[in-house]
């Protein structure tokens, strides 16, 4: 039996771009995770805001507006690990837990600028 249309992805977290960026978001969680609320707090932040801009990439109908948070997700990206690594250099995170995070970090990456090429080629009208 043949499918007629195209399968759809009913949950959000399971869109390529978000998956990742849960991944990542663990990641950091885990890896602040015995630290105090304000050392894990910068993290943590910018780790979620990283999920939430992949996510709103996803549901945004202008490809452009897709694009412009797509491009927030990875400043907020780089934002996390900048923190991370703040805290693994002073000793409070642990190099197992930083290559843990930065391994989802390398994905990630990877992940958002895919996201870009599948939204732009998701709102482009072929000629065929």
Request: with cysteine; glycine share 4%.
């Amino acid at each position: 039996m043949a499918v007629m249309e195209p399968l759809k992805i009913l949950r959000v977290e399971d869109m390529p771009g978000v998956m990742e960026a849960t991944w990542f978001r663990r990641r950091c969680i885990d890896a602040t995770a015995r630290l105090a609320q304000e050392d894990r707090e910068p993290v943590r932040a910018e780790a979620l805001a990283v999920v939430a801009c992949a996510a709103s990439a996803w549901r945004s109908g202008n490809w452009r507006r897709s694009c412009e948070r797509a491009a927030a997700g990875e400043h907020a990206r780089a934002q996390a690990m900048r923190a991370l690594y703040a805290l693994y250099r002073d000793g409070k995170v642990s190099a197992r837990n930083f290559d843990r995070a930065a391994i989802a970090n390398a994905e990630l990456r990877t992940a958002l600028a895919l996201l870009v090429v599948q939204i732009r080629e998701r709102s482009h009208v072929w000629d065929g």
